[in-house]
T-cell receptor, first 117, second 118 residues
Framework: EAGVVQSPRYKIIEKKQPVAFWCNPI?????LYWYRQNLGQGPELLIR????????DSQLPKDRFSAERLKGVDSTLKIQPAELGDSAVYLC???????????????FGQGTRLTVV | AQSVAQPEDQVNVAEGNPLTVKCTYS??????LFWYVQYPNRGLQFLLK??????LVKGSYGFEAEFNKSQTSFHLKKPSALVSDSALYFC????????????????FGTGTQLKVEL
């Protein structure tokens, strides 16, 4: 079974430029997360989807960040315009519907390492 | 609000010795607890979880963790460390029961770097 797939793996852009990340979750996983991980720190939630609905986007900087999950499957996260402080690893994860309590762990992709110069 | 604390930035242990990586949590409601490991330039890999039942849970690569409700802790352990266990370890928590409205929000600690030496 394929895991969570993210692309690109690495991205270097100049500040003020736009950037987009793509994530394809594990088949059948209704919950999708975007996390940001700064160097030496734990992942911090940016947005969480239940199917196509964003149920928690309180940590998403909405002035420059946007996300979508059309059709409730794959998702894109966009930054426009990027700032130097956005340099980080952006992780996507997915998990089964929370109703199925025994299968509640999240599975992560390899992440996209963004460098803004 | 839910939170996780990993009090040690780094843990050093000799190969063959037992290891413990500490984690305490704070959550309103029943906690679901998780351990993940991260190798350099890789995503997080799931190790084990506590949902309910036996307080001692066993996971991948010989790791286990003990849930202690009174101390709100979920320490990761391994009886005999290997050099290949050297990595960054994250503890995470979410609220368990759907009825409490906790949903599926997963909160991570800041991570503990484990270094196993020969």
């Amino acid at each position: 079974e394929a895991g969570v797939v993210q692309s690109p793996r690495y991205k270097i852009i100049e500040k003020k430029q736009p950037v987009a990340f793509w994530c394809n979750p594990i088949s059948g996983h209704n919950t999708l997360y975007w996390y940001r991980q700064n160097l030496g720190q734990g992942p911090e939630l940016l947005i969480r989807y239940e199917n196509e609905e964003a149920v928690d986007d309180s940590q998403l900087p909405k002035d420059r960040f946007s996300a979508e999950r059309l059709k409730g499957v794959d998702s894109t996260l966009k930054i426009q315009p990027a700032e130097l402080g956005d340099s980080a690893v952006y992780l996507c994860a997915s998990s089964l519907d929370p109703i199925w309590e025994q299968n509640t762990e999240a599975f992560f992709g390899q992440g996209t390492r963004l460098t803004v110069v | 609000a839910q939170s996780v604390a990993q009090p040690e930035d780094q843990v050093n242990v000799a190969e063959g010795n037992p290891l413990t990586v500490k984690c305490t949590y704070s959550v309103s409601g029943n906690p679901y607890l998780f351990w993940y490991v991260q190798y350099p330039n890789r995503g997080l890999q799931f190790l084990l979880k506590y949902i309910t039942g036996d307080n001692l849970v066993k996971g991948s690569y010989g790791f286990e963790a003990e849930f202690n409700k009174s101390q709100t802790s979920f320490h990761l352990k391994k009886p005999s460390a290997l050099v290949s266990d050297s990595a960054l370890y994250f503890c995470a928590v979410r609220v368990g029961a759907i009825l409490t409205g906790g949903g599926n929000k997963l909160t991570f600690g800041t991570g503990t770097q484990l270094k196993v030496e020969l």
